[in-house]
Nanobody, 122 residues
Framework: QLRLVESGGGLVQPGGSLRLSCAASRFILENYAIAWFRQIPGKAREGVSCISHTDGRKTYADSVKGRFTISRDNAENTVYLQMDDVKPDDAAEYFC???????????????WGQGTQVAVST
């Protein structure tokens, strides 16, 4: 079974940093576009960032541009989301997903992880 596993979530203070990881089981991440989404209870899943597997292009939501960085480590079969200058509005459960391209609709992604929680508090 194809699987993604997120890790790295936790409690961070405003202005702090976290690095989320998305590791693949039973498939090779570099053959897929990988996206990060986030969701808070009662709201729709929001796209945060995506990295293409064809040209390496990276896209970001306006709310995280200049603060978050997505990257791949193909040797580790892992995609990262570096979160810097974290704000209270970044608190959510973060999910990674694999797909053919960087779709804007979450339902177009084929494989999802179980999520990792990010909390922001002083």
């Amino acid at each position: 079974q194809l699987r993604l596993v997120e890790s790295g979530g936790g409690l961070v203070q405003p202005g702090g940093s976290l690095r989320l990881s998305c590791a693949a089981s039973r498939f090779i991440l570099e053959n897929y576009a990988i996206a990060w989404f986030r969701q808070i209870p009662g709201k729709a899943r929001e796209g945060v960032s995506c990295i293409s597997h064809t040209d390496g292009r990276k896209t970001y939501a306006d709310s995280v541009k200049g603060r978050f960085t997505i990257s791949r480590d193909n040797a580790e079969n892992t995609v990262y989301l570096q979160m810097d200058d974290v704000k209270p509005d970044d608190a959510a459960e973060y999910f990674c997903a694999a797909g053919g391209i960087c779709y804007t609709n979450p339902s177009d992604f084929l494989v999802w992880g179980q999520g990792t929680q990010v909390a922001v508090s002083t």
